[in-house]
């Protein structure tokens, strides 16, 4: 199970970035992805899941309206789409998935808001 996380970067407040991860490595149409986000000196946080078809989605409160997860099961990818951008969206945003009870992560991806 590979995956790779790619498209953070500095953006200032008010902001958006689409962040991707590319997997590899099982039958990624069969299962939820999902984003979460570690901010320095505080525990990973759920972002965002989305189910294997993309027919359902969940968001956590503190993003929800201004995130969007999606998935393209013919590319092996899912993204968050990330608008209206806050400082305190600043973190390494992470892609994981679950397979047979075990938790895969990327290696993440860096997010920073700042002016």
């Known amino acids: 199970v590979q995956l790779v996380e790619s498209g953070g970067g500095l953006v200032q407040p008010g902001g958006s970035l689409r962040l991707s991860c590319a997997a590899s490595g099982f039958t990624f149409s069969n299962y939820y992805m999902y984003w979460y986000r570690q901010a320095p000196g505080k525990e990973r946080e759920l972002v965002a899941h989305?189910?294997?078809?993309?027919?359902?989605?969940y968001y956590a409160g503190s993003v929800k309206g201004r995130f969007a997860i999606s998935r393209d099961n013919a590319k092996n990818t899912v993204y968050l789409q990330m608008n209206s951008l806050k400082p305190e969206d600043m973190a390494v945003y992470y892609c994981?998935?679950?397979?047979?009870?075990?938790?895969?992560w990327g290696q993440g991806t860096q997010v920073t808001v700042s002016s």
């Open positions: 989305i189910s294997a078809t993309g027919g359902s989605t």
């Open positions: 994981s998935t679950t397979l047979y009870s075990l938790r895969y």
